[in-house]
């Protein structure tokens, strides 16, 4: 049962255009989502989150988007540069329970 | 900046060993979770634990146990290691009543079972 899916394992962008990564999830109790961008070899790291009570969350080039209505959110990276090549892994939780169900990831390469 | 720290980057273990993976945090997180990764499948939680000598039961908690005896160790075992247990393993920890939830990383073991 995957309460948090990632429908697209890759991703190519050309470098200074716009990302979109897209997470869906099923459980209508999730009330904070989290992205994770993860090198190989490295410990993914904390990128960005939205509360439920939000509908989007600006960080820098990083805007996360979440419709709670289609039980959708989605990552934008504006502009892509090749240093943002990476696997991205969305993530969500509930109750403040501490524990993340993650999807199973977005592979991204932003080609110069 | 939150450290957390793993013991080995890189593990070679014999099917039946029992294997041990060690995880140490600085930041006195009350929190800390053991995760393996496969490609495809994401992030998996193995085991959690919510303060010392506690533990939780994650997902997949099958063929591992977990000890807690210090704030800033967790540790993950594998009592008879299989070829399925050939995975990277991340470790994270998070503090409470920070308003942020947000899981901080280790860099991971790479453990191959053969």
């Known amino acids: 049962d995957q309460q948090v899916k990632q429908n697209s394992p890759s991703l190519s962008v050309q470098e200074g255009r716009i990302s979109i990564l897209n997470c869906d999830y099923t459980?209508?109790?999730?009330?904070?989502f989290l992205w994770y961008k993860k090198y190989p070899a490295e410990g993914p790291t904390f990128l960005i989150s939205i509360s439920s009570i939000k509908d989007k969350n600006e960080d820098g080039r990083f805007t996360v988007f979440l419709n709670k209505s289609a039980k959708h959110l989605s990552l934008h990276i504006v502009p892509s540069q090749p240093g943002d090549s990476a696997v991205y892994f969305c993530a969500a939780m509930y109750n403040q329970g501490g524990k993340l169900i993650f999807g199973q990831g977005t592979e991204l390469s932003v080609k110069p | 900046d939150v450290k957390v720290t793993q013991s080995s980057r890189y593990l070679v273990k014999r099917t039946g060993e029992k294997v041990f993976l060690e995880c140490v945090q600085d930041?006195?997180?009350?929190?800390m979770f053991w995760y393996r990764q496969d490609p495809g499948l994401g992030l998996r939680l193995i085991y959690f634990s919510y303060d010392v000598k506690m533990k939780e039961k994650g997902d997949i908690p099958e063929g591992y146990s977990v000890s807690r005896e210090k704030k800033e160790r967790f540790s993950l075992i594998l009592e008879s290691a299989s070829t399925n247990q050939t995975s990277m393993y991340l470790c994270?920890?998070?503090?409470?009543?920070?308003?942020?939830?947000?899981?901080?990383f280790g860099p991971g073991t790479r453990l191959t079972v053969t």
């Open positions: 994270a920890s998070r503090g409470m009543g920070e308003g942020r939830r947000e899981q901080y």
């Open positions: 459980n209508s109790m999730f009330d904070y």
């Open positions: 930041m006195d997180h009350e929190n």
